[in-house]
Structure formats: C-alpha cells, structure tokens
C-alpha cells in the first residue's frame, strides 16, 4: 500500500452516463497527478495539480474531462457523457515537490467499464 | 515514433536465471528515469528511480542509465516467480509527469 487511495475501484456504467473518481493522495505530497492506462499499454499523463492548481492538461483531456482538486487535498475526475473508449484504468499518482525529488507514488487505480 | 519504446515480450525465464529489460527514449530532456513493476489489474509500484548515468542497486535489481545513448535498463538477479509482472519503465522532466514505456511482461517459470 503506497498511502494513495482511489474510489471507486470499479466502476461499470452505461454509455452516456457521467462517471467521478476520486483520490486521496500521500498527505504531505503537494503534487498530484492523474494518467489512464489501457490494456497492454503504459500509462497515459492526463493532467496534473501543484496544490489546487492544475498546471497542465493533455491533449487526451477532451472537454468531457474535468478534474478539479479543491484545497489541495483529494481530487476528482469527472468524465461526462462517456464513451466505450473511456474504457481504461484511472491511475492516480502523488509526489512530494522538492530538489531531486521526483519519485512518484501509484494508487490502485479505478477500472472503467463504459457498456 | 513513440517518445520512449519497450519491447513488450512476454520475456519467459527459468527460476534463478539473470533478467535484462530495456527501454530507448528519444527526448534528452528527459532528467530521471524510473522502473515500476505491475501487477495485473493493480496499480504501478515504484521500483527504482535514477536521476543520472551510471548504476543504482537495490538487492536483486539494478538499475543502469546511459544518457548518451538514451537507453536504460533493469536488471534482475536470481529471478522468482514472485517477480513474474508487467515492467515498465518511465522517464521525465522538470514537471514530474512521466512518460511511460508499453511495459515488457515478465514470467519467471519455477
């Protein structure tokens, strides 16, 4: 367990239906950020948050997209009227802003089933 | 092209045997380089994390950069069947995001 927590750990929902994840990072860890993975594939950067602010947004962000992180604490993605190729491994991940400190730290991700 | 390539096997080795896995990576702004081992259907765990050339070992792994050639690797002692998983390598720059490899999947056969 690396200390970052995601909810729900799976969620199956019918196409068209707008879907939120969320997660809870390393307390102390002001950067936060949010990839997606298919199978067979390595993770894809989505966005990420120094703090509240989101300071970069991927070209894979579509306007469907939004994540916000209010206060600087746990944030949320939302995916509104999804689509069968939203279909993937939500993977959050937190890190610690510091001088040559870049290690990053999974969760266990939310798994995405759009029907 | 992809920023960074990984062959992604399956790589199927006996119990005991030396693991080498590798990754190429085009971008030279690329500062630190990561190793993340994964579990199916479970999020990425950090293995190794090198911010510059040369060697890093930790137990059984060894992690190796050579930034002049833009190749890095993994390498495995005394394989288990525990360690059988997906691997993925990971690079990045200032930001923190990371880009990942397609991830080489391991089977270590007893």
């Known amino acids: 367990d690396t200390g970052v927590s995601q909810n729900p750990r799976h969620k199956i929902t019918k196409r068209g239906q707008n879907v939120t994840f969320r997660c809870d990072p390393i307390?102390?860890?002001?950067?936060l950020y949010w990839y997606r993975q298919t199978l067979g594939q390595g993770p894809e950067f989505l966005t990420y948050?120094?703090?509240?602010?989101?300071?970069?947004k991927s070209r894979l962000l579509s306007d469907r997209f939004s994540a916000e992180r209010p206060k600087g604490s746990f944030s949320t993605l939302e995916i509104q009227r999804t689509e069968q190729g939203d279909s993937a491994m939500y993977l959050c991940a937190s890190r610690l802003e510091g001088v040559l400190s870049y290690e990053q730290y999974f969760g266990p991700g939310t798994r995405l089933t759009v029907t | 092209q992809k920023e960074v390539e990984q062959d992604p096997g399956p790589l199927s080795v006996p119990e005991g045997a030396i693991v080498s896995l590798n990754c190429t990576y085009s971008n030279s702004a690329f500062q630190y380089f990561m190793w993340y081992r994964q579990y199916s259907r479970k999020g990425p765990e950090l293995l190794m994390y090198t911010y510059s050339s040369g060697n890093k070992e930790d137990g059984r792994f060894t992690a190796q950069v050579d930034k002049s050639s833009k190749y890095i690797s993994l390498f495995i002692r005394d394989s288990q069947p525990s360690d059988s998983a997906t691997y993925l390598c990971?690079?990045?720059?200032?930001?923190?995001?990371?880009?990942f490899g397609q991830g080489t999947t391991l089977q270590v056969k007893p």
């Open positions: 990971a690079m990045g720059e200032d930001t923190g995001k990371l880009i």
């Open positions: 948050f120094q703090n509240e602010a989101q300071l970069e």
């Open positions: 307390s102390e860890h002001n950067r």
